[in-house]
């Protein structure tokens, strides 16, 4: 922008300075005021396209030469139109082009301005056009660091939160694959484990079947895009694929996303397969309620019950399966139960 910026200036200086031009130089004045808008025009043009860079500095030299050679100068008196065209134009050199060509440019200029004015002020103008110019790269040095600096940053700041975001992903993938395996397979070897010959081979063959489904994505292990999803015809579904006796109590056709809907298809799963193996009853109610933006899914039994705070933290069903799952989703999930009490599990999203 130091095109554009030098084009501004230039144009707001000469118009003062054309208000300064006596009567009788009044069509100089008009035409060196036209050759600076012409100059800006070009200034904004390049400014703006990003082309034509020497097409400027052409411009910028001739307007200051005319001014300079149009003039009628005295030893003693110097033009403030010349001499702040001069200064303007060589400190928006120095943002523009290296010192190489800035440095002989501004003192070719500073040159032709004293061969019209005279030596008798160069005590004076080459010590301030000097120091404008020195001031003027250097703010431009520092402020190229500064911002080379903040990019650097940015981009660490970037790549920071990137594999923050990967780590985060991992890890809820990693988490969700535990909590598929222990609601399958795990499960259902646990249950074999533990019952041995008195297990019926269909039961053992029914869950199997249930487990591939799900491992493969046919039974809702499959990901989906998070669009809305009506919660209740999603549980329905899950409770229709079970050997239990449910008792669907559903006040409310909640819409969720389509991931918060999954976290509670596989939670409420998770809960019924533990009524249905561990409670020793064959019946479990689901309720649904929705209100405020807030759902509330209760999934309870009235079997044999337990401690939930007994369970060793090595076992998943609970803390893997049921709570850590909604908390993934921005939920939350409470489990109750006493021995001889049965069971009640309440997931809240979001959460409480």
């Not at 061969?115 to 120091?131: C, E, I, K």
């Not at 250097?138 to 700041?157: A, H, K, N, Q």
């Not at 799900?214 to 694929?241: F, K, Y």
């Amino acid at each position: 922008m130091a095109a554009p910026v030098r084009g501004v200036a230039l144009v707001v200086i000469s118009a003062f300075g054309l208000l300064a031009v006596p009567g009788g130089a009044l069509p100089l004045g008009c035409t060196l005021f036209g050759l600076v808008l012409a100059g800006a025009a070009v200034d904004c043009w390049a400014g703006l396209t990003g082309r034509g860079a020497a097409l400027p500095l052409v411009f910028a030299v001739l307007r200051v030469a005319a001014v300079c050679a149009a003039q009628e100068w005295t030893g003693e008196s110097l033009n403030l139109w010349a001499l702040n065209m001069l200064t303007t134009t060589a400190i928006t050199l120095q943002w523009e082009w290296p010192p190489a060509v800035a440095v002989p440019v501004a003192a070719g200029l500073l040159g032709v301005e004293l061969a019209v004015v005279g030596t008798g002020v160069a005590g004076v103008l080459v010590p301030r056009l000097v120091m404008e110019c020195l001031l003027a790269r250097l703010g431009f040095v520092l402020l190229r660091r500064s911002g080379r600096r903040v990019d650097e940053l940015r981009e660490r700041r970037s790549a920071l939160a990137r594999a923050e975001a990967v780590s985060l992903a991992r890890k809820r993938q990693e988490r969700e694959y535990l909590a598929l395996l222990h609601d399958t397979a795990a499960s259902t070897f646990l249950l074999v484990t533990v019952q041995g010959e008195d297990m019926d081979p269909e039961q053992v063959a029914e869950y199997a079947r249930r487990d591939l489904a799900v491992l493969t994505g046919a039974a809702g292990g499959a990901t989906a895009e998070d669009s809305p999803v009506e919660l209740s015809a999603s549980l329905r579904a899950v409770v229709t694929r079970g050997g239990l006796s449910v008792d669907i109590r559903a006040q409310d056709t909640s819409l969720v996303p389509a991931s918060v809907a999954l976290a509670f298809v596989r939670a409420v799963r998770e809960a019924l397969a533990n009524v249905e193996r561990h409670a020793g009853v064959d019946r479990a109610v689901l309720s649904v309620q929705g209100a405020d933006d807030r759902v509330v899914v209760v999934v309870a039994d009235r079997g044999a019950g337990f401690r939930p705070e007994e369970v060793a933290r090595s076992r998943r069903g609970i803390r893997g399966s049921v709570v850590e799952r909604m908390a993934a989703v921005g939920g939350s999930a409470a489990v109750t139960s006493r021995p001889g009490a049965g069971t009640t599990v309440r997931l809240v999203w979001p959460g409480e």
